[in-house]
């Protein structure tokens, strides 16, 4: 197993005022398991504020956990949902991609060879790209350059928060098989974090169903989409607009 | 809210005033027709009115006001700066560490600050020049080190809000270290408030450095500064009007085209205030 969290709990604290006590905590992950095989793709769903961000941020390490465990066996890094604030617009694409490579003392010109390699693997020409700054580029370009971003240190997981919610529709679907060639060509696996049960439906190979930071149900895609179990999950599957 | 060439105009004129007291004050041995120090205690030498030979009169010593005042520019100039790179170095450092790292460090910076605030700064300064000998460079260091609490709240502010985007977060699941996150990621993001700050803190500094100066606790007479030829002058504001007019002029001057570059600079950095053109 590439990922394995057992247990995981995250209680946020809201202090009143400074005499009275600490009102209740939100229980934003509580007590969520789950494991992921290498090579597949984990979908995490849910409304907004069921946790599934926080799960995310404590596996990427952004957050400490309460209690739980979690083992991550093998490189992680993790792309956002908005392409607009995680590019730093003060620096070039060139020194957002090769930063984290500077700082582990890779050598300019293999670094250099790895951003270029990274862009050429996202679909971006490497030469047009690695001067200019991210307010010049689209959503669209500026996902590929985070994606871009998180394949330069080579993980074997990429943990994606809501990777296509802040794009155009019409640019949706050009990321989507993007990530699903990278992780075939990479053997990538992936936690696939997102609201959209369409998208999740097209990425997953197993889904789990979180409401107020509990997995409700988990089971592979297809399951899922057909044979709901948990009333929560047939909410959300008949709020899905068909065509 | 003015509009964006109002703004600049503003910029401009404030620019261009302190461009030419630097530029003087920079050249000032070139530029004063007199030795700033020279006396004539002759009667006839004494509290001249301005004339062609010297523009601003002469003291009652005998001493040209208009070199004087050249001279006394570099100081009022390079106390402005150089006690606003002090209080910009520690507002930074205390204001980064705060909003950063949050928690007791923050709790313990801000109680510090909340005390700096409650002494009454310019007596603060005055007790610490009294206590160290009134000089230049006491002067500066003691302005930088009690005008930075104000900044370091801002920056502190910029930290707080700054941390929280992504790509923070992105460079922390990537390992970068957190003195290159605040160096790179966050300060040069962080910067824009500083810059508005710290240009009017200049004017701020020049004002102090004028009014102990003028008690007699910055710079030394015979030194020349703007504020000790203040002070000289008051014993003869009846009748040579001149030796207080052209020093209260310079420095209402200089304050006043560092806080209109201070408060341009902030309507075109502050998106909240910039008009959707």
Not at chain 1, 36 to 41: A, F, R
Not at chain 1, 225 to 241: D, F, G, M
Not at chain 2, 64 to 74: C, K, P
Not at chain 2, 226 to 238: F, M, P, R
Request: charged fraction near 20%.
């Amino acid at each position: 197993m590439m990922i394995e969290v057992t247990d995981l709990k995250k209680y946020f604290y809201k202090r009143k005022g400074f005499f009275s006590p600490s009102s209740d905590p939100v229980k934003a992950v509580d007590g969520v398991s789950f494991s992921v095989e290498k090579g597949s793709t984990f979908g995490l769903v849910g409304e907004s504020g069921c946790g599934k961000t926080t799960v995310a941020r404590i596996l990427s390490g952004i957050l400490e956990k309460d209690a739980g465990r979690f083992s991550i066996s093998g490189k992680r890094d993790m792309v956002f949902q908005d392409p607009f604030g995680s590019l730093n617009p003060r620096m070039h694409i060139y020194g957002i991609l090769s930063e984290s490579l500077k700082v582990s003392k890779v050598s300019p010109a293999e670094a250099r060879a790895r951003c270029v390699e990274a862009l050429e693997l996202v679909n971006l020409d490497p030469a047009g790209v690695m001067d200019k700054y991210p307010h010049q580029f689209s959503g669209g370009e500026r996902q590929r350059i985070a994606i871009a971003r998180a394949l330069v240190n080579r993980p074997e997981i990429l943990i994606l928060d809501e990777p296509v919610s802040s794009l155009d529709v019409s640019i949706q679907a050009g990321i989507l098989n993007l990530l699903k060639d990278l992780q075939e060509e990479k053997s990538l696996t992936y936690l696939f974090i997102s609201h959209d049960l369409r998208v999740v439906e097209f990425m997953s190979d197993t889904v789990g169903v979180m409401k107020n930071g509990k997995i409700v149900e988990c089971a592979s895609a297809k399951e899922i989409y057909s044979s709901p179990k948990h009333p929560y999950t047939r909410i959300l599957l008949e709020a899905v607009p068909s065509f | 809210m003015t509009s964006f060439t109002l703004t600049m105009k503003r910029i401009i004129f404030g620019i261009f005033i302190i461009a030419v007291m630097t530029l003087t004050a920079v050249f000032a041995p070139l530029v004063a027709p007199y030795d700033p120090l020279e006396m004539d205690l002759s009667p006839e030498g004494r509290l001249k009115p301005p004339s062609p030979e010297h523009f601003f009169g002469t003291d009652n010593l005998g001493r040209d006001v208009f070199s004087r005042m050249l001279y006394g520019a570099r100081i009022s100039l390079s106390v402005g700066f150089i006690a606003v790179i002090i209080s910009v170095c520690i507002g930074i450092l205390l204001g980064g560490l705060s909003g950063y790292y949050g928690g007791r460090v923050d709790a313990l910076i801000m109680r510090f600050v909340e005390v700096m605030y409650c002494f009454p700064t310019f007596f603060l300064i005055m007790m610490v020049i009294t206590f160290l000998g009134p000089s230049i460079v006491n002067v500066m260091v003691v302005i930088g080190l009690t005008s930075w609490p104000g900044l370091c709240r801002l920056v502190r502010a910029e930290f707080l809000s700054l941390r929280e985007r992504d790509f923070v977060s992105s460079a922390k699941v990537q390992g970068i270290p957190d003195r290159r996150i605040i160096f790179r990621h966050i300060l040069p993001n962080a910067m824009a408030p500083v810059y508005v700050s710290a240009t009017l803190s200049v004017g701020a500094a020049i004002l102090v450095e004028s009014a102990l100066s003028f008690l007699g606790l910055g710079v030394q007479i015979p030194r020349p500064s703007w504020g000790n030829i203040l002070t000289a002058g008051k014993n003869y504001l009846d009748y040579a009007w001149w030796l207080t007019f052209f020093p209260g002029i310079a420095i209402l001057l200089t304050v006043l085209s560092f806080n209109l570059v201070g408060e341009g600079l902030r309507e075109l950095l502050d998106p909240r205030l910039r008009k959707r053109k």
